[in-house]
């Protein structure tokens, strides 16, 4: 894989914005996004302009206990050859947990969640990393996250985590310094600790992002301008190797074009000035020797391996979005910011692939749909969790407002036919009747 050279994330919000930046080499999109066959114009203007695209996966879950899914690979597979990309990225996470290694319900994420940096743990990682770069046609790189959360009884640290999974699968790194930045901040791991132990030469691509810090806690949120302290990751990075990419992302909250021009050109200025850093001319720290691994599991104990970490990821996923008690060993603080931060997400997301929900609730949207998620576990998706909360309200009798309670009935048969719940089925077959002037029959 050769130069990508300096890009940013495209997202549908600043298509315009990005095709008119100067000096834009590739773009990212997120796979998830993207329909093979249905390119949207402003990509497919890009591509024609020889802009390379590489496709970012968000719901592999690779990190996770049970292997990758096929369907999920073979997306990712299909995305790839599609945009004609020298490699595929996904998130070093687990996104879902639950389900038949643990015979319980699988249960969703919405979010990135960190792996525990144990032996066990990579063990699993590797297998998993090993069965994608099978299925995928090009490269695969994996991203470091940020996390709110630390592991209890964790055997490596970050950088030993990253550098003994590169040795054993080869995988390709792509490392956000912001995350980097906000572990520090969140779990007090210093970014320059990270970046002396992990294997600089296989990183194919390197993130910038901004965030913002409220109550001691960093929020990487991809909403707010690139900060200085992550500009100064960047440059102890830029100070061990020459990445063959960077690239800004943003996600929401989106400046104008001449703000996005302004982070690239802080961005390209920390990458020439690289002597300019509190790293500059300095020696890198050995880094620290990983603990000897222990003996790799046999077939039978790989089996018992993936159930451990199934429960234990399980457990905290259970704790995060369904009230259960926090395990042993976490601190039930950082526990509950992060439960009510991956329930305020929820919130924002499903307003977003549901636009028509916080019109039909108006003010009450947010408040009720935060009460619902308490009770109610995402299992299938966010349009399935739009759908899951206007049913819950339907048969509450909510909204209380007549009329509103119709067109929200109206609302959901339209998305959810052909088997409505009862209650709301009854109420949105009256609401038809009435409208239309006559009953509305099958088969017509």
């Not at 961005?267 to 020797?289: E, F, K």
């Not at 049913?391 to 009798?397: I, S």
Request: glycine letters at 10%; aromatic letters at 4%; charged letters at 25%.
């Amino acid at each position: 894989m050769g130069q990508l050279g300096i890009g940013i994330g495209w997202r549908p919000e600043i298509a315009g914005a990005v095709e008119g930046l100067p000096g834009i080499d590739w773009v990212e999109v997120v796979a998830e996004n993207i329909c093979p066959g249905h390119l949207p114009d402003s990509l497919r203007r890009l591509r024609e302009r020889g802009v390379t695209v590489v496709p970012h996966g968000v719901s592999l879950g690779i990190g996770g206990a049970g292997r990758p899914a096929d369907d999920r690979l073979d997306a990712l597979a299909e995305r790839a050859l599609f945009l004609g990309s020298p490699l595929v990225t996904e998130h070093l996470a687990f996104v879902r947990a639950g389900g038949p290694l643990t015979a319980s319900t699988e249960l969703e994420a919405g979010h990135l969640l960190p792996v525990p940096r144990t032996w066990d743990a990579l063990h699993v990682l590797c297998e998993n990393v090993r069965i994608a770069q099978d299925s995928l046609p090009v490269p695969l790189a994996l991203e470091n996250i940020a996390a709110l959360i630390s592991w209890p009884g964790e055997e490596l640290t970050e950088g030993q985590f990253l550098a003994e999974l590169v040795e054993r699968t080869g995988v390709r790194l792509l490392i956000d310094v912001a995350n980097l930045h906000t572990n520090h901040v969140n779990r007090g791991e210093d970014p320059a600790t990270a970046l002396d132990e992990l294997p600089v030469e296989a990183i194919a691509y390197v993130h910038v992002a901004g965030g913002v810090e409220k109550d001691g806690v960093w929020h990487d949120t991809h909403a707010h301008p690139v900060t200085g302290p992550v500009l100064d990751v960047l440059a102890q990075l830029r100070a061990r190797v020459d990445p063959p990419g960077v690239l800004l992302e943003r996600d929401d909250d989106f400046p104008p074009a001449e703000a996005l021009a302004g982070e690239l050109d802080a961005i390209r200025r920390t990458l020439t000035v690289r002597h300019l850093t509190a790293d500059a001319g300095r020696t890198p720290r050995a880094p620290s020797p990983a603990p000897r691994p222990p003996a790799a599991p046999t077939t039978s104990d790989t089996t018992r391996t993936r159930q451990r970490l199934a429960l234990a990821e399980t457990s905290l996923l259970s704790a995060l979005v369904a009230g259960t008690p926090a395990p042993e060993g976490f601190d039930a603080g950082r526990l509950g910011v992060q439960s009510r931060s991956l329930a305020a997400k929820r919130a924002d997301v499903v307003s977003k692939v549901a636009p028509e929900l916080p019109v039909l609730l108006g003010a009450g949207y947010r408040s009720a749909f935060l009460a619902y998620a308490k009770s109610r576990p995402m299992s299938g998706g966010y349009r399935r969790d739009a759908l899951d909360f206007a049913e819950q309200l339907l048969r509450a009798g909510q909204p209380a407002d007549a009329a509103a309670r119709r067109r929200l009935s109206l609302w959901w048969q339209d998305r959810a036919a052909p088997h409505p719940p009862t209650r709301a089925g009854r109420i949105a077959r009256a609401v038809r009747t009435r409208f239309r002037g006559r009953p509305a029959h099958r088969g017509q």
